[in-house]
């Protein structure tokens, strides 16, 4: 089976690692302009070639998946061609940065009966594992809290509203994916917001600032609650801190690291379990369920709609920060 990146970054990095340790995967290449970075990507992998278009990558490679590592605001031009061309699809997440764009997308999957799904990562590392395996010794109901406070970011697109939407589209996500999955279906969001990044030199270039930085609280009808901060606008090379955890009346799960590296159980009497050592490896394991789903042995590990919802969170809270009102849900 042979696969298409779309990209020549982090992101299409990753999916080609991932795809290298899943058993009859070939990559057949990455689509991109032929910048040194992507002349300098394809050089590292035998075999590997570079198209500057969709097009003639799918004549070309014959290949079955193409997976998408761009800016969101390419996201739908690019799923939707590979899907109309005969290809199942995977694309980074968020699906998109409108709820029309993700809408039309599932619709040309359906039409076309081409399998797709949105990467949701950190759904299927195996630190997450480990910290659902532990919330039920937590009690109920559960709050789930985030910092996740960084300096500007090194691309202008994740501070651009047309590019990649700010934090609470292109990260945030993860967390409102996780506690749909988790949590059940949410009642309301309420969110204030600003940009600290407009000022910045390294940003001079961005016309379009998205909010950088937002305090965001969802509730659920379930009781659960979550407090999500996100802050990506301050000076460059001044911070970097991220955890998440979950709170309980019998126990506190804490999650340190960008991807939960570590894990500390705080429990009654002052008993601390810290749990090291789990793997950040959500990519293999999701493109691995993909491959299985495109060869007729499984479902897609997370659908369309089901991504919809995430991004569907994202800009209720987008909303709440322009209003100022609690958004129903």
Not at 263 to 271: D, F, L, M, S
Not at 297 to 311: D, H, M, N, S
Request: proline share 4%; glycine share 10%; net charge neutral.
């Amino acid at each position: 089976m042979r696969v298409l990146i779309a990209g020549a970054g982090a992101m299409a990095r990753k999916h080609i690692e991932a795809y290298r340790k899943i058993e009859d995967v070939e990559v057949a290449g990455i689509i991109s302009r032929p910048s040194p970075r992507a002349i300098s990507l394809v050089k590292e992998y035998e075999g590997f070639r570079l198209w500057e278009f969709l097009e003639d990558a799918v004549k070309e490679s014959k290949a079955e998946i193409l997976s998408v590592c761009v800016p969101t605001a390419l996201h739908p031009a690019f799923v939707i061609q590979g899907m109309e061309w005969g290809l199942h699809v995977v694309t980074e997440k968020p699906i998109a940065l409108t709820l029309e764009e993700g809408h039309r997308m599932i619709e040309v999957s359906r039409k076309t009966g081409r399998k797709f799904t949105v990467v949701f990562n950190r759904r299927f590392n195996e630190v997450w594992d480990e910290a659902i395996r532990r919330l039920p010794s937590l009690g109920s109901p559960l709050v789930y809290g985030v910092q996740d406070i960084r300096s500007v970011r090194p691309k202008l697109a994740m501070h651009s509203r047309s590019g990649n939407g700010g934090p609470v589209v292109d990260c945030a996500v993860h967390d409102f994916d996780m506690l749909l999955h988790l949590f059940g279906k949410p009642r309301s969001v309420f969110a204030t917001g600003d940009i600290f990044g407009s000022r910045k030199p390294s940003l001079a270039a961005v016309t379009d600032f998205a909010i950088d930085t937002a305090h965001i609280t969802v509730e659920f009808e379930k009781a659960h609650r979550a407090y999500i901060f996100y802050g990506w606008g301050f000076p460059e090379g001044s911070t970097y801190w991220q955890y998440r955890e979950f709170l309980g009346p019998e126990g506190i799960l804490r999650l340190m690291g960008e991807f939960g590296e570590v894990i500390e159980h705080y429990r009654a009497g002052g008993v601390v379990e810290t749990i090291r050592g789990l793997k950040e490896n959500g990519h293999e394991r999701i493109l691995r369920l993909f491959v299985d789903a495109v060869r007729g042995k499984r479902e897609v590990p997370i659908t369309g709609e089901e991504a919809l919802e995430a991004t569907r969170i994202a800009l209720a809270a987008l909303g709440s920060i322009e209003t100022g009102r609690v958004e129903t849900l």
